[in-house]
């Protein structure tokens, strides 16, 4: 017991590798063993299957696991140990190495094996190296295959070697048949395997009529096709004894193309002769290049078509027809404008040019096929269907705004057109010079890199109830996914379908993704998927976004084109998500100078049109067809909406119906184009849907006069500069503050004011009719309210209160210095309280929401005394137990306030009453509760977070219980004492005399003999508490 305590320190020092021969990965299988024997002689074989413990040994567990960890990391090959960067356990490590180098679930490696195993060669190798193989060999069948005591297992274990039996004797006719098969990762029963082998016989039978050809001297040119293009090294392969006596079999359409091969020949003429996949045929001499299966380098006879040469001897090269050339050369060559050719050879007396895919390797490329030849062309671009009748400006608004090369690149009938003013795109896409030029390295194929980021939250909730969006870009094919959220942590559920959809519908697998440190990409469940799926996650540096340009740029994209589509439609924010997903659509198909004028959506659907449905400019007016049941005959048969893009899985158009409040996808739809739906850019009704509008505020004591307005672009970005107005050079900082647009409200008729107005000196606003809506209610209360009964002093106060107009928004509030002022108050006492610290929203907590209420302070005559504003909680939204508990609070009782009056008067006692301002705001929350950020008053820089309530606030559920609960802590310790009859009623006796004390929620009303006492308590309070008056 005592021995298995050591640690790994005591027993071999932390530099020491644990073996000599290090991981490369085809040695896993001796490497594994290795490590577990050692891990066994130092007692620490647990730190493979064991997670760290939680009790007194966890530390020196973490410290041998780690020593470990880098014995074994010594033990990794370099070029390994780079893909461990995630690892921080041993069994983490182990755990990733066999997921990567074991083979387990490999069937094209169980496949191999299982060959190598019951077909072994020993050929030259000595008889000690032969059977070391064969152990070898045999390891890593029963690391594939380890034997189980489970019955099904060892059934499913039989199943596949019967499989591996059964594709290992199919002759190379069913070589493609047998890989299709290997190539998944589940190789299925017997009977499957065998009906799809089976398949496959039948449509190659079914489609070819064989005859047989005897292989003669010119047979033997025929079979010197396959190696047509090479130098001599390949000369003479395939050639054996017995050739002559050989049978070939070709289709009847293959052998009359054969038999013109053989009359070519004898007749003398030049002759092409290609072949792919055993076929023959014929060509005329030409300048086109030819895609050639059997060519080992890339050849032209057209000495004018380098662009770069080098003069050179080499060995001649044989082709199809025997024919032996010298090679003068090597150099480039461009068949196209948009392919380059590198180590073309020059064979001056070739007739025709060859393109050897065999040293390409990948599609660069397309062509068609003439007489079994598969011939390159030249890309000429075509203008669009839909727009080829437009005008310029009409094209680029269908398209989505693009740049005018672009919109040249995809319509050439505009090639000549000097330039394109279009006003909305210098609105939506305006942005500061660049920085020079980007060095970047492309992916090679589909999926190996993937960008991502996350934009959000914008000020604006969509139609659908949308704040933030994720965009996956492809960086071979810069295709670009979007995924709209409610909220950042949905990221991880997006990707994990994102990755889904890319495995079922191309087979592929993500490699790498790409983002930067957000917290909804390194969370726990994001990583942990990463790792299980092998995808390496790249992560940017801190405070360096350049690191993750290609997701960032897409971003701006996606919000320029955007911008560009409502700003030219006038269409309400609310319908951003709509816009951005169209940009998408759009973007993605649109030529990019990334891809060297080629286009996104074409490089991963080379076969499919770019619009299956004709483009339409986004926001117009259209007439949907009305489809439901109860329409009439004589009712209208359409539907007046809105054009809002694309459907992705319907082949229609989504529109809009605000009637009906819903979306619409149709193929039946009328376009009026030249015709906005929306009159103006804010003409939506609800006033969650109106415009953001940015001011300046000071952020000190409030006076009339200190805040300016600024404009803002009301872009749906969160991030770039807003240009603020400079202050004047004696004010104070200031901070950010946004509010909503005024909406148009209804009013009634109010009384004539006083000419003697008594707050004029307070530049209170006049009430006013705004807008030309008349009230809903046909009986207003102004016809049955008569005034002529009143006093004068009554009138006085009635003209002055009617006078004030109370605002409705907080925008309104804003705009006028006296509320503004209140607000500011508020936001200070808030802000000196420390009520809250602005943090992220954690996952799984919700917000409360929040409002401004406005009340108007008078004095006794009539006269306004002040304006009051208070930011008060949505407490209806608080779930019990979760942001509040207890909520009761004692108030003084009616009988204690009597009798306490009753003891004043009697023993000619002065009363003192003080008013503590901002009561609640002094208690202190045990809860976790989140507050959204006040209406019109957010913090720069921080859009998106939430306020951790520290303090209590107006409206809470819990805010009285704390606000009496601080005042009670407080009070006591000044040595007041608590009545057990009435928990609101304090009292003090001393021998200079005693001291009574009421309150009644924020009223607090002192009497008592003791005056020094009483001073002494009220300069207590006036420490702790800010009063706003006090009266003797």
């Known amino acids: 017991m005592e021995e298995s305590k050591n640690s790994v320190a005591d027993i071999v020092p932390i530099v020491s590798k644990i073996t000599e021969h290090k991981l490369n990965g085809s040695n896993y299988i001796e490497w594994s063993k290795t490590i577990k024997i050692y891990l066994r002689s130092v007692a620490k074989d647990d730190h493979l299957t064991e997670e760290p413990p939680n009790d007194h040994t966890r530390k020196l567990w973490m410290q041998d696991d780690a020593r470990l960890f880098l014995q074994m990391k010594n033990s990794i090959n370099s070029d390994i140990v780079g893909l461990l960067s995630h690892c921080e356990f041993v069994k983490e490590l182990m755990d990733y190495l ?175 002769a290609l072949a792919e996949s055993g076929k023959t045929c014929l060509v005329s001499s030409s300048n086109k290049w030819i895609i050639d299966s059997g060519a080992t380098d890339h050849m032209t006879g057209n000495h004018k078509t380098f662009s770069t040469f080098r003069t050179h001897s080499a060995p001649p090269v044989t082709v199809a027809d025997g024919s032996t050339y010298e090679i003068k050369g090597s150099g480039t060559v461009k068949p196209t404008s948009s392919i380059t050719l590198s180590s073309v050879l020059n064979l001056p007396n070739l007739a025709f040019n060859l393109i050897s895919d065999l040293m390409t390797k990948r599609t660069f490329g397309k062509g068609h096929v003439s007489d079994g030849l598969y011939i390159l062309d030249e890309w000429v671009p075509r203008p669009v269907a839909c727009v080829s009748t437009a005008s310029p400006v009409e094209a680029h608004c269908r398209l989505g705004h693009p740049s005018l090369p672009v919109l040249k690149k995809l319509c050439p009938q505009f090639d ?40 959000g939250p914008c000020p604006v909730t969509s139609q659908t109830g949308f704040r933030y969006f994720v965009t996956f870009v492809d960086d071979f094919s810069r295709m670009t996914w979007i995924y709209f959220m409610k909220n950042r942590s949905e990221v991880f559920s997006h990707f994990c379908a994102f990755s889904a959809e890319i495995k079922t519908q191309y087979d592929v697998s993500v490699k790498i993704l790409r983002s930067d440190n957000g917290k909804e990409y390194v969370s726990n469940s994001f990583q942990n998927y990463m790792s299980h799926n092998g995808i390496l996650h790249q992560t940017s540096c801190v405070d360096t976004p350049s690191q993750n340009g290609v997701a960032e740029r897409k971003n701006r994209h996606l919000l320029e084109t955007a911008r560009a589509l409502m700003f030219q439609m006038k269409v309400p924010k609310q319908f951003w998500a709509d816009a951005v997903s169209t940009a998408c659509f759009l973007i993605n198909r649109m030529p990019t100078v990334v891809l060297k004028g080629d286009i996104p959506y074409k490089v991963i659907h080379p076969q499919k049109s770019l619009f299956p449905l004709a483009p339409r400019i986004f926001g117009c007016t259209c007439y949907v067809r009305d489809t439901r049941p109860f329409v009439t005959k004589l009712d209208p048969k359409a539907l007046q909406c809105v054009f809002l893009g694309y459907s992705r899985l319907q082949k229609g158009y989504r529109c809009f119906s605000p009637d009906l409040n819903k979306y619409l996808v149709s193929t039946d739809v009328v376009f009026s184009e030249d015709t906005s739906f929306f009159s103006s850019p804010t003409s939506s009704a609800s006033e969650e849907d109106e415009e953001w509008l940015v001011y300046q505020v000071v952020n000190s004591r409030p006076t009339v006069g ?41 009013t009634c008729p109010a009384p004539a004011p006083s000419s003697s107005d008594p707050s004029s000196d307070l530049d209170l606003p006049i009430s006013l009719r705004k807008g030309k809506r008349h009230c809903k209610s046909i009986y207003s209360i102004a016809n049955f309210v008569s005034y002529d009964h009143l006093s004068s002093s009554s009138s006085v106060l009635v003209a002055s209160i009617d006078s004030i107009s109370v605002p409705k928004t907080v925008t309104e509030a804003l705009n006028h210095p006296g509320w503004k002022n209140a607000m500011l108050e508020e936001i200070c006492a808030l802000e000196d309280n420390h009520t809250w610290k602005l943090v992220d929203l954690p996952q799984g907590k919700k917000v409360v929401g929040c409002k401004w209420v406005f009340a108007v302070k008078v004095n006794p005559d009539g006269s306004v005394a002040r304006l009051k504003a208070r930011l008060v909680a949505r407490g209806y939204a608080q779930t019990y137990g979760v942001d509040y508990s207890d909520t009761f609070s004692p108030v003084a009782k009616l009988n204690s306030v009597r009798l306490f009056i009753s003891i004043a008067a009697s023993q000619q006692w002065m009363i003192h009453q003080l008013d503590i301002k901002n009561a609640f705001l002094h208690g202190d929350l045990e809860e976790e509760v989140y507050l959204e950020q006040p209406p019109g ?55 200079a005399g005693i001291i009574l004390l009421v309150v009644y929620v924020d009223d607090i009303v002192i009497t008592g003999n003791d005056h020094a006492g009483i001073s002494d308590l009220k300069t207590f309070m006036h420490s702790k508490f800010i009063q706003r008056t006090w009266v003797n």
């Open 98 to 272: 066999d997921f990567l180098y074991s083979g387990k679930g490999n069937v094209s490696r169980m496949y191999d094996v299982w060959n190598a195993f019951h077909c072994p060669e020993k050929g030259a190798k000595s008889l000690t190296a032969y059977f070391m193989d064969f152990k070898k060999v045999y390891e890593e069948l029963n690391a594939l295959m380890p034997f189980s005591p489970d019955v099904r297992v060892q059934q499913a274990q039989r199943e596949q070697m019967a499989v591996m039996s059964f594709l290992s004797g199919l002759p190379s006719e069913f070589e493609t048949a047998k890989s299709q098969i290997l190539s998944g990762s589940d190789i299925g029963s017997l009977q499957e395997v065998f009906s799809r082998v089976l398949r496959t016989e039948n449509v190659s039978s079914s489609q070819h009529t064989n005859v047989l050809v005897a292989k003669g001297e010119n047979a033997e040119n025929a079979r010197r096709v396959n190696n047509r293009g090479g130098n001599r090294a390949f000369e003479n392969r395939g050639n054996d004894s017995n050739s002559s006596n050989k049978i070939v079999t070709m289709t009847a359409e293959e052998f009359s193309k054969y038999s013109q091969y053989q009359d070519a020949l004898k007749a003398s003429t030049p002759v092409n």
């Open 416 to 455: 000549t057109l000097p330039s394109l003013d279009c006003e909305s795109c210098h609105f939506a896409k305006h942005h500061r010079s660049s920085l020079g030029p980007r060095l970047n390295k492309r992916a090679e194929s589909l999926f190996e890199l993937v960008h991502s980021d996350v934009w």
């Open 706 to 746: 200190q805040s300016s307005v600024v404009d803002s672009d009301a872009s749906l970005a969160h991030s770039g500069p807003v240009v603020n107005i400079p202050p004047a050079p004696a004010k104070p900082p200031i901070v950010q503050v946004y509010s909503r647009r005024p909406v148009t409200t209804d």
């Open 937 to 991: 008053f957010v913090a720069q820089g921080e859009y998106g977070k939430v306020c951790r309530l520290k303090k209590a606030l107006y409206g809470l559920k819990q805010s009285p219980r704390a606000w009496f609960g601080k005042f009670s802590k407080e009070i006591q310790a000044f040595g007041m004492n608590k009545s057990e009859k009435d928990h609101s009623v304090f009292y003090k006796k001393s021998a």
